[in-house]
C-alpha cells in the first residue's frame, strides 16, 4: 500500500509539469496558425496596399511637394526651381487668380443642379411610388440616362444647343447657349438634372418605402392634406436619404469635369472652366506646381464643406 501510494505521490507531483507542457504545445501551435493567417491575409491585401502607396500615397507627397517648386513634369523635382509660395499668391491675387475664381464661381453655379436635381427627384419619386399601372416601367425610363455613357449624352446635348440646333430652331430663338455665361449655366444644369434624376428619385423611392403608414394614415384621418403630410410626415423620414444625397452630390459637384469639358471647347475657357478644368489647364501648360496648389485648395474646400455638414448633421440627431 505504501508504494502505491508513493507512486500516487509521485504521479501528482508530475502532473502539472504534464499541463504545463501541454498548454505551451498548444500554444506554439495556436500561435503558428495565427501566423500563418497572417501571412496569408497579407499576401491577399498586398496588390492593394502596394496600388494604394504607388497610385495614392506617393502621388499625393508629390503634389505637396510639387506646390513649393515650378516643376514642369518632365525634370526632376528637386532640380526644378524652388519658387516659395509663388503659386499660392498666383491663385490669391496674382496673375491666375481672376481664371481661378472664375472657375470656382462656374463650378459653384454649375452646382445649382443638386438642389434642382433633388427638387425633381423628390417629386417624381412621389408620382411614381403610388400603386398604379405600368409604374416599373416608368422608374426604368427615368434611371436610363443614369448609365448611359456621359462623353456620348454631352455630345448629343452639344448638338442639341448649338447656334443651329434643334433646340433654337424649337424655340425660334438664336441664342448662343454654348458661349454665353448664362447659357453654358442652363445647358450644364440642365444635362445634370437630366442624366442624375433617375438616380436620386430611385433613392427616395426606397426611402418612401420606410414611411410609416400608419402615420400617414392617422394624418389623413386628422385632416391633413398632402402638403402638411409631405413637410411634416414624409421629409422628417427622408432626411437620412437627403442628407446622403446632398453630401455625396455636393461632392461630385464640386469636382465637376465631363460636361464642361465636353460641351465647349474642351470646358478651356472661363465661361465654362470648372476647378477642375483649371487644374487641367494647368498641366497642359506644363505647370505642375500651380496645378497642385489648385487641387489642394479645392480638396480643402471639399473638406471644410463635408465637416460643416456632418456637425450640422450631428447636432440634429442631438437635438432629436
Not at 53 to 70: D, H, K
Request: proline share 3%; charged share 10%; with cysteine.
Amino acid at each position: 500500500m505504501e508504494e502505491i501510494q508513493q507512486a500516487t505521490e509521485v504521479k501528482d507531483e508530475f502532473q502539472p509539469t504534464v499541463e504545463v507542457r501541454q498548454d505551451n504545445q498548444k500554444g506554439r501551435k495556436k500561435r503558428g496558425l495565427l501566423w500563418q493567417e497572417n501571412i496569408i491575409g497579407w499576401i491577399y491585401v498586398a496588390p492593394m496596399l502596394i496600388g494604394l502607396f504607388v497610385f495614392t500615397a506617393i502621388p499625393l507627397i508629390m503634389s505637396i511637394l510639387a506646390m513649393f517648386y515650378q516643376w514642369d513634369g518632365i525634370t526632376g523635382l528637386f532640380e526644378s526651381e524652388f519658387v516659395g509660395f509663388d503659386h499660392f499668391a498666383a491663385i490669391f491675387g496674382g496673375i491666375h487668380s481672376a481664371v481661378y475664381w472664375k472657375a470656382f464661381g462656374n463650378t459653384l453655379i454649375f452646382a445649382l443642379q443638386l438642389p434642382i436635381g433633388m427638387i425633381v427627384g423628390m417629386f417624381l419619386a412621389l408620382a411614381m411610388n403610388r400603386p398604379m399601372r405600368g409604374v416599373q416601367i416608368f422608374r426604368i425610363i427615368y434611371y436610363l440616362p443614369c448609365v448611359m455613357s456621359i462623353v456620348a449624352v454631352t455630345i448629343i446635348w452639344q448638338n442639341l444647343f448649338a447656334f443651329d440646333g434643334s433646340i433654337n430652331n424649337m424655340l425660334g430663338t438664336s441664342i448662343d447657349w454654348l458661349v454665353s455665361d448664362a447659357g453654358i449655366a442652363v445647358t450644364v444644369i440642365l444635362l445634370q438634372v437630366w442624366k442624375g434624376v433617375g438616380y436620386t428619385a430611385l433613392m427616395f423611392i426606397a426611402g418612401l418605402q420606410s414611411v410609416s403608414t400608419d402615420q400617414l394614415e392617422a394624418a389623413k384621418i386628422d385632416g391633413a392634406n398632402a402638403w402638411t403630410i409631405l413637410i411634416k410626415i414624409t421629409l422628417p423620414a427622408l432626411y437620412p436619404i437627403v442628407f446622403y444625397l446632398f453630401v455625396t452630390g455636393l461632392m461630385g459637384a464640386m469636382q465637376m469635369f465631363n460636361e464642361p469639358f465636353i460641351l465647349v471647347e474642351y470646358g478651356i475657357n472661363n465661361n465654362a472652366m470648372t476647378s477642375v478644368s483649371f487644374v487641367y489647364w494647368c498641366f497642359g501648360n506644363s505647370n505642375l506646381g500651380l496645378a497642385s496648389v489648385a487641387a489642394w485648395i479645392l480638396a480643402f474646400i471639399i473638406i471644410v464643406i463635408t465637416v460643416i455638414q456632418m456637425y450640422v448633421d450631428k447636432r440634429k440627431q442631438e437635438a432629436e
